[in-house]
């Protein structure tokens, strides 16, 4: 009996050490078989127990089964330290930096034609001296009508060219701006039922008004914005793009406005571009006129080098761009008391759609196509 506790003794403070020492928990494992198995020393002393006298099973199957019992419950514990210790070197040893392009590499984005062109526009006009301005896109009457000369009934304020905001979501505070600005004006201190109204603008242009009432001439910005009209065809949407520019200072002329729409012209289109401007009519404007570039497919000649008619220009040699004019006295009434006198300053003001620049430059034939969101259009200008 002596012999036999002496040995499950030993196996015990053997396995103990062992346990201890078990740098992993495969090891562990090993140590679990070997001691604690079914062909294991310990395992088999105590399936003997049976064939021991009767006075020594009693002693030997105590000391047996709590040797077995506590290095169980050693195996256990190391375990759990075993498991959180290598948890934790994996961790380490595992960690991905989530800031680094994925395997393989995910193709970067790129700017949309819209807002690349719009950027383009941007910083042509910037290095000619003009300052980026935004605006606000729901907008009063009177900045969008009345303080830009468009009379009462004029057709632009009919609400099938304009989409019209709940007058009462007007606040007091923007009525009382618009009422002061108005009586500025030399109007009627109380505003005009239209005035009171609110407007998704139909252009960039109440920008103007804006500018010039908060700051003195000399003045040159350009307002580029997102513009709503009640239009929708394959040239048209009833959301664009629009950049308005403005220059307002003393002994501007007409010919400041083709030498700034040439510049402009030839940095969007390339350096041997012209321009040329037509007469027409716009409300806030006087001269008004219409400006086209010479076509960049054709050189202007209307026809291709292999004799057939220019797709572009449809054969006229020129393609039109957009409005411009010198702004109308009646404009500077409305902000005479920010140091706009008419008869000391004058300026000219012009406006281009950019969804119509980039159709042009990128041939891209129809205006609903930026809009759609489908990839396969996209892709083609990275």
């Known amino acids: 009996m002596a012999d036999a506790t002496e040995r499950i003794s030993q196996i015990g403070k053997e396995a103990a050490d062992s346990i201890a020492a078990a740098p992993g928990t495969a090891e562990l494992k090993e140590l679990r078989v070997r001691y604690l198995g079914r062909k294991a020393e310990l395992t088999a002393i105590l399936r003997g127990i049976a064939e021991l006298p009767p006075d020594q099973?009693?002693?030997?199957?105590?000391?047996?089964?709590?040797?077995?019992r506590r290095l169980e419950s050693l195996?256990?514990?190391r375990a759990a330290e075993l498991e959180s210790s290598e948890l934790e070197s994996s961790l380490a040893e595992g960690a991905v930096d989530v800031t680094l392009p994925g395997s393989p590499a995910h193709p970067v984005g790129h700017l949309h034609l819209i807002t690349r062109t719009r950027r383009q526009i941007e910083d042509i006009m910037v290095g000619l001296g003009y300052t980026v301005l935004e605006g606000p896109e729901v907008e009063l009457d009177y900045y969008n009508f009345t303080a830009l000369?468009?009379?009462?009934?004029?057709?632009?304020?009919?609400?099938?060219?304009?989409?019209?905001?709940?007058?009462?979501?007007?606040?007091?505070?923007?009525?009382?701006?618009?009422?002061?600005?108005?009586?500025g004006a030399g109007e009627e201190v109380a505003a005009t039922p239209d005035e009171e109204l609110v407007v998704l603008r139909t252009h960039t242009s109440p920008m103007q008004v804006r500018a010039m009432e908060a700051q003195e001439p000399p003045i040159f910005v350009i307002v580029p914005g997102k513009v709503y009209r009640r239009d929708s065809d394959a040239t048209h949407s009833p959301m664009f793009t629009q950049v308005e520019g403005l220059a307002v200072a003393e002994d501007i002329t007409l010919a400041d406005l083709q030498g700034t729409l040439l510049e402009m012209l030839r940095g969007i289109f390339g350096p041997g571009r012209e321009a040329r401007m037509r007469p027409h009519y716009f409300p806030f404007t006087e001269p008004s006129v219409e400006f086209d570039v010479s076509c960049f497919a054709c050189d202007g000649a209307g026809t291709l080098p292999d004799g057939d008619r220019c797709g572009i220009c449809k054969g006229v040699g020129w393609i039109e761009v957009g409005g411009a004019g010198m702004v109308d006295p009646n404009v500077f009434g409305f902000v005479?008391?920010?140091?706009?006198?008419?008869?000391?300053?004058?300026?000219?003001?012009?406006?281009i759609g950019v969804e119509r620049i980039a159709m042009l430059r990128y041939g891209v034939p129809d205006l609903r196509r930026f809009f759609d969101n489908d990839l396969r259009m996209l892709e083609q200008f990275t």
């Open 75 to 77: 195996l256990e514990e």
């Open 336 to 351: 005479s008391d920010k140091g706009y006198d008419p008869e000391r300053v004058q300026g000219f003001a012009f406006g």
């Open 149 to 183: 000369n468009h009379p009462p009934g004029h057709p632009a304020r009919m609400s099938q060219d304009t989409f019209y905001v709940a007058p009462g979501s007007l606040t007091k505070a923007a009525l009382s701006a618009a009422r002061e600005a108005a009586d």
């Open 57 to 68: 099973r009693g002693v030997v199957g105590k000391s047996g089964n709590e040797v077995r």
